[in-house]
């Protein structure tokens, strides 16, 4: 099975479903976000603000070039499609999914979570701008779209594998 990578804005619930997903195909589960921590040895906030987000986009794409290409699935980080290098990467794929959500559901979601540094619920308008500059790019790089803002996780999980057959 060639690799699933699923795309899209902070809390659309790529790692919950990727975790899902790759347990009910019983492959292995990557996390680009995760692949950085363990690669910078500190935690995202920390690359943010130490090293800066430039630094952070370095290590993500090095990431994403460097996971298995076959039986996985990998869940990106929202910004993954803002570098040029790795929109045409993903594009061409075939199993990008994006998994959308509508922003005031997002920001509910990640209401109390402060592990996003570019996510502040004290800057709502800068977080919908970016929401909807990024929004384009992520359906430019999909080859499915799944509006997961009133779906739970295992119906979201049937789709992917549903759309993925045609
Ligand atoms: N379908 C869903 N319905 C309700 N809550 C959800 C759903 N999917 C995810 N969540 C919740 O939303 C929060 C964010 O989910 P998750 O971490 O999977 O998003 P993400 O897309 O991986 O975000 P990021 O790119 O920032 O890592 C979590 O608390 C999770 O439990
Ligand atoms: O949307 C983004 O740019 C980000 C999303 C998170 O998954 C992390 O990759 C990081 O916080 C940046």
Redesign the pocket.
Known sequence: MEAIYLI??????????SQELAKKLEVAVY?T?QEIVKLAGKTINEIFSIDGEEKFRELESKVLYSLPLKDAVV?T??GIIGSEKNRAFLSGKMNVVF?NAEFSIIME??KD?DT?PL?STNNIEAAETLYNSRIPFYREAAFIEID?SC???SI?VNEIIQRMKK
């Open positions: 899209g804005f902070m809390g659309s619930g790529k790692t919950t479903v996390d976000d869940s980080g929202g998994l979601r990640l979570d996003r996510l997961t779906k739970s996780v979201i």
